[in-house]
């Protein structure tokens, strides 16, 4: 197996550091990586890796860069952290679905305030499903991204009434993976790009 073609494919970063030590001539960093492994090695390889048991993206260098760098992005750092609560620490797994749910809470929050301009306090419980209903008011969310938060919200209630039993790892990370996706389609932005961000999803 070809070693450098093996150190690019598992660690994403390692082009990263041929771009800051190699020179570039003749062409890119990358296109000299693939001559020199080979275009059938990366095939080859590339079958490999998606049957991997271990995701590269979880390799240690890549989470301490996350950690560390950010995503630029408030709710997907809580989520990535959430992430780390799930798959680092010895606590329950309902502890990373509720930090998630709450997370995922605080967006939808902050796109109706952004959308609105305020935020109506009627003296009800201020849910993920009132800020997705919300959001669907003002023609934002779909009935579809409605019942996904309404799911969502089933183990983050779960999770902050104490029934840990009720979450296990592969709910927290389905919710962690959703609100990741809900908050990737309807980022913080103007009322237009919103609409625009649904409609192209």
């Known amino acids: 197996m070809n070693l450098l073609a093996f150190l690019f494919l598992c660690h994403p970063g390692f082009f990263h550091i041929l771009c800051v030590l190699l020179p570039w001539r003749e062409g890119s960093v990358f296109s000299s990586v693939i001559q020199a492994a080979g275009d059938d090695e990366f095939r080859r390889l590339a079958a490999w890796l998606k049957s991997a048991p271990n995701s590269a993206r979880e390799h240690a260098a890549l989470r301490m860069a996350r950690l560390v760098v950010g995503t630029g992005d408030e709710a997907l750092d809580y989520l990535m952290h ?5 798959r680092e620490t010895d606590l329950p797994p309902a502890a990373a679905a509720g930090f998630a749910g709450a997370a ?4 939808l929050r902050q796109l109706v305030l952004q959308l609105r301009g305020d935020i109506e306090v009627d003296g009800k419980a201020a849910k993920l499903t009132r800020w997705a209903d919300q959001l669907k008011k003002e023609g934002v969310f779909t009935a579809a991204d409605v019942q996904l938060v309404a799911n969502i919200q089933g183990y983050r209630d779960s999770a902050a009434h104490g029934w840990m039993e009720r979450v296990s790892a592969n709910d927290a990370a389905w919710v962690i993976e959703n609100a990741r996706e809900v908050v990737r389609r ?16």
């Open 186 to 201: 309807y980022p913080l932005a103007g009322r237009l790009s919103l609409v625009q961000a649904r409609d192209a999803s």
């Open 82 to 86: 959430a992430e780390v609560v799930l």
């Open 104 to 107: 995922l809470e605080r967006h």
